[in-house]
């Protein structure tokens, strides 16, 4: 999407890559795992951050500093290589994923992935008191990879049904985990292994 610093594979800990082979196994037939996003570069997650942050004070001018980082933070972590407290998606922790069908379409979720609307909340057909037959069937496949992902260790961020958190600080909050597994990751490069070497 011509987002400065991004890289064109999907990146994450080997551990949450065995969970997802896992979880991609358990579908039923005829259903597969579509990954979107996985490890992010720090310089990514800025562009993300200040690109909503931008994006909703323009819709909604009237809004307070605090107000604006509420609500921008309802869908992009603020940029941070602090160990105690990295971004999710730096750590190769978190995953962005979808459910597809037997040809690889993704199927009807109800929003878009990476919508910034209310609508995108895990829970928000849940929570509505009559549904269209449209609506129950987003429903159920955010049901499905929900309970998929959960069955495999995965914690879901509330706000985004397609984001998943495995071994970072989310799943350590979100999974009433002592601690974290994952920290700040980068790729490894030659430049970082010298860096490693000789530092």
């Not at 562009?47 to 604006?68: G, K, M, N, R, V």
Request: charged share 25%; proline share 7%; glycine share 8%.
């Amino acid at each position: 999407m011509g987002i400065p610093g991004a890289v064109p594979e999907c990146f994450v800990r080997e551990g949450v890559y065995r969970a997802l082979l896992a979880a991609a196994r358990s579908l039923p037939d005829g259903i597969g795992l579509i990954v979107l996003d996985g490890w992010r570069p720090w310089r990514v997650q800025q562009y993300l951050f200040d690109t909503l942050h931008e994006a909703i004070h323009h819709h909604q001018p009237d809004l307070s500093e605090a107000e604006l980082l509420e609500r921008t933070r309802e869908f992009v972590s603020v940029p941070s290589r602090d160990p105690l407290a990295p971004s999710p998606h730096l750590t190769g922790g978190a995953v962005d994923v979808t459910l597809c069908d037997a040809d690889g379409l993704p199927l009807d979720m109800g929003t878009l992935f990476d919508e910034a609307i209310p609508a995108s909340h895990s829970d928000y057909f849940e929570r509505l008191e009559t549904l269209t037959p449209q609506q129950n069937k987003a429903r159920d496949h955010r049901r499905l990879l929900y309970h998929t992902l959960h069955q495999q260790g995965f914690t879901n961020l509330p706000s985004e049904w397609w984001h998943f958190d495995y071994g970072d600080q989310l799943w350590a909050y979100y999974g009433s985990h002592d601690h974290a597994v994952y920290g700040p990751a980068e790729l490894d490069t030659i430049e970082n292994r010298w860096r490693r070497q000789l530092g």
